[in-house]
């Protein structure tokens, strides 16, 4: 036999690596999107508004990628408001200024401009969400993110027949951008909602509705189904059910889980669940809810919004009959503390929790509301949020372009990492209810793990708090009622298979505890993702400095960025 020479066979070697490396990149493509922001006339219950809306749609259009792909969207603004996109959860790995939160990260895009929006889902797949992150316009500029896995890669459980997006929200018959500023003027609460809506809409039993109204889920017997779920609600935790069907979790937050079984979901603002779903009843139509959980003295719009599940094999849609299903009690923390403590990341060869087992950082972030002076609100006080009694004062100046150009004057490195007064934490709270206001950000040095206890505060109440960190995923290892204790907490967490996710409830009355590896240089968001908290000033940043390399290096901004 030959042997060839040295010279051919290092080009035989080159050659069969550039075809490899040809057919790995032909899995990942760039994908192009183009968003319009319009406004249209939208009716529900019985009363018409125009509404901001992507491309005239309520809710916006899914963007389709897989994991690996490049994603390109155009963000057209054709309205009279300032707007910003921001794809919730994505990772944004060195590429911050595409993050979409306006004066965090960007200057918002005016009336009449336009942003390309560029960025990798790098080793990410599942349900995620868009939606504008300015004001409250995101009640309705959403939509979903569907992440499929690189092609060839399956599931880590058995395939669907077919898969569903199903969006969660709210609706308000007012404009919603007068009912936040009108609560901000008199410094009280904002106006809660009218109805809970299913993919847009109130449903088939909701005010002025039909039976034929809503969304429709159709199926066919003895066939799995995917359903991903997303809460874009603006203020609401959300209880999700059907009818006579068990449901089985298999991901949350783009994250595969250890699957498991039950028949009601607890979804926050922000957060998202794949389940699977058995059609294995007979023929007829059997009823989808979304209700409220609110286990504080809180008020919450209570109303049940619905959409109805179609056995293909029914005679007549209309004349069907409907199978009821009951929504739970508002305040079932049972409910929710058993849904929440199923949840397991599934640690599996392919996709491992890889959870900081040693801590650089430990932060104790107390988060509420407190009490501030306001001369000219109706009681001569306003309503605000606070971590750590700090209330984040909006920049005029993007703090990621102050920090990249070393702008003096728009932010201060002074956050506090534990709160500077103590006290019983879920108690009634201090005397003196007042915040300090700044626009402070916490360093972090590149790749630096870091462990943060969100801990409950019972200023003026006790309230589940639904957490979203921009930029990283976390493992939430750890969850309790009442005061965190850093002598005894610890021994409770999970550090083998803990849920890793990008937003987390805070129990009322409780703290959870997450950890992340700060291995994505830029500036990131963390804030209450009910919207009227954020609006009070329950938010915070990190500033993650660069690495060594490249590759662990903040790109510079694009050309288009948009100009305040």
Known sequence: MAVLPESRRLSLLLMAACFLLQALSAHAITRHYKFNVVM????????????????????GPTLYAREGDNVLVKVVNHVAHNVTIHWHGVRQIRTGWYDGPAYITQCPIQPGSSFLYNFTITGQRGTLLWHAHINWLRATVHGAIVILPKLGVPYPFPAPHKEAVIVLGEWWKEDTETVINQAMQLGVGPNISDSHTINGHPGPLSECASSQDGFKLSVENGKTYMLRIIN????????????????????????????????????????????????????????????????????????????????????????????LVKPPPQNATHIVSKFTDSLRSLNSKEYPANVPQTVDHSLLLTVGVGVNPCPSCINGTRVVGTINNVTFIMPST????????????????????????????????????????GTRVYRLPYNASVQVVLQDTGIISPES?????????????????????????PSTFNLIDPIERNTIGVPTGGWTAIRFRSDNPGVWFMHCH???????????AFVVDNGKRPSETLIPPPKDLPQC
Not at 40 to 59: Q, Y
Not at 263 to 278: A, F, K, M, S
Not at 470 to 487: L, S
């Open 40 to 59: 249209r006339n939208m009716t529900r219950l019985c009363s018409t508004k125009p509404i901001l809306t992507v491309n005239g749609k309520f809710p």
């Open 232 to 323: 874009a609600a603006l203020n609401d935790d959300l209880f999700f059910k059907v009818a006579g069907h068990e449901l089985t979790v298999v991901e949350v937050d783009a994250v595969y889980t250890k699957p498991f079984k039950t028949d009601t979901l607890l979804i926050t603002p922000g957060q998202t669940t794949n389940v699977l779903v058995r059609a294995n009843q007979g023929a007829g139509r059997y009823l989808l809810s979304v209700s409220p959980f609110m286990d504080a003295p809180v008020q919450v719009d209570n109303k049940t919004g619905t959409a109805t599940l179609h056995y293909a094999n029914t005679v007549s849609s209309s004349m069907a009959s409907l199978t």
């Open 398 to 437: 993007p703090i990621l372009q102050a920090h990249y150009y070393n702008i003096p004057g728009v932010f201060t490195e002074d956050f506090p990492a534990t709160p500077l007064h103590k006290f019983n934490y879920t108690g009634s709270g201090p005397k003196n209810l007042q915040t300090m206001n």
């Open 465 to 489: 708090h639904p957490i979203h960190l921009h930029g990283f995923n976390f493992f939430v290892v750890g969850k309790g009622v009442g005061n965190y204790n850093p002598r005894t907490s």
């Open 530 to 540: 009910f919207e009227v908290h954020t609006s009070w000033g329950l938010k915070m």
